[in-house]
């Protein structure tokens, strides 16, 4: 996940950012004998009332705030939230960005407005998907199909049967379907004219190419044909008139526009995932003040450091701590897990979340695009947009896909005139306009983002989240999968068993200075030897100069007392002698503890030893990673007796113990150097290295930001089966892009050479334009609907 590291931005009623210097007007403050009256708080604009308890006097006004959090960040720096000119009536401005817009198939297409792809013309979509389904160009193109199908009947039905039924003359039949051809081609396919235009205007031929020239030249040859058909030669008059072929203008016309409300309406679907996901956040939150009131408030209007009463029923609101109460949590909607997860005092929460049985009350800890649900949307939306590896064959193939459609067009239209049966010209002329509309490179350029952007959702729903494409399509090829112990393996919530001190030392003051010196750490073990001493009541020191040496200890001053506290490694370079407890040590890692020594001033003080549950779900991931021919391999900074104990439970083969983060990384260098296709899974800031070198990094969601940073997958829930899982996906995924791609590839090398002709000496057929014009529409529309297939993947 890539967090945001900022302070949050409350927003208020308006959903405008009132962070900053924004100015603010005289409805913040009230002179001191004022009636009640509506205010709003000038650092989050919500509104408030003069009987809100928190207010500062500035300036001979009153201010007054919806909460503590907002009454601080004024009273520290009034000027931020206050302008000069307080009389001023101008609302503030917003300073987040405004929806950003790209293109499904080029996703370095990025704007700050709709509009069309400068490529490929297809419609720009927000970046970030919202959660109603109104998509303006669906309803302008249903509009104009709509509106003009009955003209195109009229004009398809004049031109198949208007010789047979005689109401008319021929020449006056033509003019009649000039008449109705006019808005069909100059209003419903008015968008495709002038993309086929940007096109040629942007060196960027495409669809859209094809179809504006196709068009074109039917309408404009049919025009010609009417208004002045004493230009042209006996050869061409059909039935008593210059044929025409109005009706396959407009055909291909409202064929195109029915083909395009296919795609959009299937393309829509490609990002329910994220529609679904920004819809499990509740729209208010059930806030206790500081007197003890409650309030039901617009979740926009949540601080950091709010109390939050969580009912049986109801979602959790943001993420944060439990303060009272236990419940059990469904995390389903996020991590995939089925089964609800007992929370107690301390133990944290996930915003979005449902509250299935007991009344918690919470402290908000992460809100806005903080919490864990935006970070998720925010990654997902990433991965979607992002380009496959194997998406680069297409586009070269599509560079040149266009051009050389023209090409066979131009030859088509020649062989005919020159070679045909009379009247030669017209059939070279709508063979040609064949070509051109059944060529699809929209279909080709489509393949695989479609399959991305699906497969990307299915994993959130899933608990697992792709950074790119890439990471989809190189997880199927993993050989190899590194692992780390603690929070990977085990369950990250280590338990401090006991402190072992030296001959004529104190157990106690051993864990006071390891507390005290491990108050700097993030890491786990560091934690549990925290919580430790705390529990007991013992008092922690001041810790100076603090040190972490990432992967074998830390060191710092404690009391006057020059501290290291780590593995053997660290010790070794400090050079303490730590034989003395060496077998005291071994015994508590062959149990499966870490064991960690504290030394002061160079000499040994003691040791700690604190034990890590293996998850209940690891050895099963473990045995259906080997099952599916993986090798995995263990690596760790604990003691070597640790690891093999942890490893002979899970049935590894093979494992490093007291492994620095650099020896991690020379592991996968050389692994790959061996040819293997690498994958990293660890969660702490000592496998970041690994996890950015590896071909895939697989970072736990329990564990720190650095790691989810340097990874490629993340999985939610830390939970190994999630690997498993993430391989099926990739496997389906890649079958359906190439299923997509041989669909493209298959679909055009038929259909040209059949709409130029080739088999006419055979079989005295051609292919109808209007034939081409539906087989194109429904080639895009297939291949968004095959990707959709991956909803349903396992």
Same mark, same amino acid.
């Given at each position: 996940?890539?967090?945001? /590291?900022?302070?949050?931005?409350?927003?208020?009623?308006?959903?405008?950012?009132?962070?900053?210097?924004?100015?603010?007007?005289?409805?913040?403050?009230?002179?001191?004998?004022?009636?009640?009256?509506?205010?709003?708080?000038?650092?989050?604009?919500?509104?408030?009332?003069?009987?809100?308890?928190?207010?500062?006097?500035?300036?001979?006004?009153?201010?007054?705030?919806?909460?503590?959090?907002?009454?601080?960040?004024?009273?520290?720096?009034?000027?931020?939230?206050?302008?000069?000119?307080?009389?001023?009536?101008?609302?503030?401005?917003?300073?987040?960005?405004?929806?950003?817009?790209?293109?499904?198939?080029?996703?370095?297409?990025?704007?700050?407005?709709?509009? /069309?792809?400068?490529?490929?013309?297809?419609?720009?979509?927000?970046?970030?998907?919202?959660?109603? &389904?109104?998509?303006?160009?669906?309803?302008?193109?249903?509009?104009?199909?709509?509106?003009?199908?009955?003209?195109?009947?009229?004009?398809?039905?004049?031109?198949?049967?208007?010789?047979?039924?005689?109401?008319?003359?021929?020449?006056?039949?033509?003019?009649?379907?000039?008449?109705?051809?006019?808005?069909?081609?100059?209003?419903?396919?008015?968008?495709?004219?002038?993309?086929?235009?940007?096109?040629?205007?942007?060196?960027?031929? /495409?669809?859209?190419?094809?179809?504006?020239?196709?068009?074109?030249?039917?309408?404009?040859?049919?025009?010609?044909?009417?208004?002045?058909?004493?230009?042209?030669?006996?050869?061409?008059?059909?039935?008593?008139?210059?044929?025409?072929?109005?009706?396959?203008?407009?055909?291909?016309?409202?064929?195109?526009?029915?083909?395009?409300?296919?795609?959009?309406?299937?393309?829509?679907?490609?990002?329910?995932?994220?529609?679904?996901?920004?819809?499990?956040?509740?729209?208010?939150?059930?806030?206790?003040?500081?007197?003890?009131?409650?309030?039901?408030?617009?979740?926009?209007?949540?601080?950091?450091?709010?109390?939050?009463?969580?009912?049986?029923?109801?979602?959790?609101?943001?993420?944060?701590?439990?303060?009272?109460?236990?419940?059990?949590?469904?995390?389903?909607?996020?991590?995939?897990?089925? %089964?609800?997860?007992?929370?107690?005092?301390?133990?944290?929460?996930?915003?979005?979340?449902? /509250?299935?049985?007991?009344?918690?009350?919470?402290?908000?800890?992460?809100?806005?695009?903080?919490?864990?649900?935006?970070?998720?949307?925010?990654?997902?939306?990433?991965?979607?947009?992002?380009?496959?590896?194997?998406?680069?064959?297409?586009?070269?193939?599509?560079?040149?896909?266009v051009m050389t459609v023209v090409t066979v067009a131009v030859i088509t239209f020649l062989v005919w005139g020159f070679w045909g049966p009379s009247p030669s010209w017209v059939y070279g002329l709508i063979n040609a306009v064949s070509v051109l509309i059944i060529a699809c490179p929209c279909a080709l350029g489509l393949a695989t983002p479609m399959s991305i952007m699906v497969a990307t959702g299915?994993?959130?729903?899933?608990?697992?989240?792709?950074?790119?494409?890439?990471?989809?399509?190189?997880?199927?090829?993993?050989?190899?999968?590194?692992?780390?112990?603690?929070?990977?393996?085990?369950?990250?919530?280590?338990?401090?068993?006991?402190?072992?001190?030296?001959?004529?030392?104190?157990?106690?003051?051993? %864990?006071?200075?390891?507390?005290?010196?491990?108050?700097?750490?993030?890491?786990?073990?560091?934690?549990?030897?925290?919580?430790?001493?705390?529990?007991?009541?013992?008092?922690?020191?001041?810790?100076?100069?603090?040190?972490?040496?990432?992967?074998?200890?830390?060191?710092?001053?404690?009391?006057?007392?020059?501290?290291?506290?780590?593995?053997?490694?660290?010790?070794?370079?400090?050079?303490?002698?730590?034989?003395?407890?060496?077998?005291?040590?071994?015994? %508590?890692?062959?149990?499966?503890?870490?064991?960690?020594?504290?030394?002061?001033?160079?000499?040994?003080?003691?040791?700690?030893?604190?034990?890590?549950?293996?998850?209940?779900?690891?050895?099963?991931?473990?045995?259906?990673?080997?099952?599916?021919?993986?090798?995995?391999?263990?690596?760790?900074?604990?003691?070597?007796?640790?690891?093999?104990?942890?490893?002979?439970?899970?049935?590894?083969?093979?494992?490093?113990?007291?492994?620095?983060?650099? &020896?991690?990384?020379? %592991?996968?260098?050389?692994?790959?150097?061996?040819?293997?296709?690498?994958?990293?899974?660890? &969660?702490?800031?000592?496998?970041?290295?690994?996890?950015?070198?590896?071909?895939?990094?697989?970072?736990?969601?329990?564990?720190?930001?650095?790691?989810?940073?340097?990874?490629?997958?993340?999985?939610?829930?830390?939970?190994?089966?999630?690997?498993?899982?993430?391989?099926?996906?990739?496997?389906?995924?890649?079958?359906?892009?190439?299923?997509?791609?041989?669909?493209?590839?298959?679909?055009?090398?038929?259909?040209?050479?059949?709409?130029?002709?080739?088999?006419?000496?055979?079989?005295?057929?051609?292919?109808?334009?209007?034939?081409?014009?539906?087989?194109?529409?429904?080639?895009?529309?297939?291949?968004?609907?095959?990707?959709?297939?991956?909803?349903?993947?396992?």
């Amino acid at each position: 996940m890539t967090p945001l /590291n900022h302070e949050h931005a409350h927003q208020g009623q308006s959903g405008q950012s009132s962070s900053g210097s924004t100015p603010v007007t005289n409805t913040h403050a009230k002179p001191a004998d004022a009636t009640t009256q509506p205010l709003k708080d000038p650092v989050c604009g919500m509104s408030v009332t003069d009987q809100s308890p928190h207010h500062v006097d500035h300036d001979g006004q009153t201010f007054y705030f919806c909460s503590a959090g907002c009454q601080t960040k004024f009273a520290a720096v009034p000027a931020k939230y206050l302008s000069k000119d307080q009389t001023s009536e101008q609302p503030p401005e917003p300073i987040a960005p405004g929806t950003i817009y790209t293109c499904p198939m080029h996703p370095e297409i990025r704007q700050d407005h709709p509009g /069309n792809c400068p490529k490929c013309g297809m419609t720009l979509e927000p970046l970030m998907p919202a959660l109603d &389904d109104d998509n303006p160009e669906l309803a302008d193109f249903t509009r104009r199909f709509w509106w003009t199908l009955p003209l195109t009947i009229i004009v398809t039905t004049l031109a198949m049967f208007g010789h047979q039924l005689g109401w008319f003359g021929m020449a006056t039949q033509s003019w009649i379907e000039l008449v109705l051809s006019l808005p069909v081609v100059l209003w419903a396919g008015w968008p495709f004219l002038v993309r086929g235009v940007k096109s040629v205007v942007n060196r960027s031929p /495409n669809m859209w190419t094809l179809i504006g020239l196709g068009t074109s030249a039917a309408f404009i040859y049919s025009v010609v044909a009417t208004v002045i058909p004493e230009v042209f030669p006996d050869t061409f008059l059909s039935m008593g008139r210059i044929a025409v072929y109005f009706e396959a203008a407009v055909v291909i016309i409202s064929l195109t526009l029915f083909g395009q409300i296919l795609e959009l309406k299937a393309r829509s679907q490609t990002s329910a995932a994220i529609k679904s996901l920004m819809g499990l956040a509740p729209k208010t939150a059930r806030r206790i003040g500081a007197d003890g009131s409650e309030e039901d408030v617009p979740l926009t209007h949540i601080h950091e450091g709010d109390r939050l009463r969580v009912r049986p029923g109801e979602k959790v609101p943001v993420d944060g701590a439990v303060e009272e109460g236990t419940s059990s949590v469904d995390e389903s909607m996020l991590t995939g897990e089925p %089964l609800p997860v007992s929370k107690r005092v301390g133990d944290k929460v996930i915003g979005a979340t449902m /509250n299935t049985s007991g009344a918690l009350v919470i402290l908000a800890e992460k809100v806005g695009s903080a919490s864990v649900l935006s970070q998720i949307v925010q990654l997902v939306a990433q991965a979607q947009r992002s380009r496959a590896p194997m998406q680069r064959m297409a586009d070269h193939v599509a560079g040149y896909f266009v051009m050389t459609v023209v090409t066979v067009a131009v030859i088509t239209f020649l062989v005919w005139g020159f070679w045909g049966p009379s009247p030669s010209w017209v059939y070279g002329l709508i063979n040609a306009v064949s070509v051109l509309i059944i060529a699809c490179p929209c279909a080709l350029g489509l393949a695989t983002p479609m399959s991305i952007m699906v497969a990307t959702g299915r994993g959130a729903t899933q608990g697992i989240l792709f950074r790119d494409a890439a990471a989809i399509e190189n997880f199927r090829k993993v050989d190899t999968l590194i692992v780390d112990k603690t929070g990977t393996l085990t369950e990250g919530r280590p338990r401090f068993e006991q402190a072992v001190p030296v001959q004529g030392g104190s157990a106690e003051e051993i %864990l006071h200075l390891a507390a005290s010196l491990d108050q700097g750490s993030e890491h786990p073990l560091a934690n549990a030897i925290v919580n430790a001493a705390r529990e007991q009541n013992i008092a922690l020191a001041t810790v100076e100069e603090f040190e972490s040496g990432t992967g074998i200890g830390v060191r710092g001053t404690v009391q006057g007392k020059r501290l290291a506290l780590g593995n053997t490694a660290l010790m070794e370079q400090e050079g303490v002698d730590v034989a003395s407890l060496n077998e005291k040590a071994e015994s %508590l890692r062959v149990d499966g503890a870490s064991v960690m020594y504290l030394a002061a001033d160079g000499h040994l003080m003691g040791l700690l030893a604190v034990s890590d549950p293996i998850k209940a779900s690891t050895k099963e991931a473990v045995d259906e990673l080997k099952a599916a021919g993986i090798r995995v391999i263990m690596a760790t900074g604990d003691g070597v007796s640790t690891a093999k104990a942890v490893a002979q439970r899970l049935g590894i083969d093979e494992f490093h113990g007291e492994v620095k983060p650099a &020896d991690k990384l020379d %592991l996968v260098t050389k692994l790959q150097e061996q040819g293997h296709i690498v994958a990293m899974a660890g &969660d702490g800031i000592n496998d970041a290295p690994a996890l950015a070198k590896a071909d895939v990094g697989i970072a736990m969601g329990t564990g720190t930001d650095v790691a989810m940073n340097s990874a490629q997958v993340t999985l939610v829930k830390g939970d190994l089966r999630g690997i498993s899982t993430a391989r099926h996906l990739s496997d389906a995924t890649i079958a359906n892009m190439k299923q997509n791609l041989g669909f493209a590839f298959v679909y055009n090398s038929l259909g040209v050479p059949l709409a130029a002709g080739v088999l006419y000496p055979l079989t005295g057929l051609l292919l109808s334009p209007m034939f081409a014009a539906l087989a194109m529409s429904l080639s895009s529309a297939s291949v968004v609907v095959n990707a959709l297939r991956l909803r349903k993947a396992k």
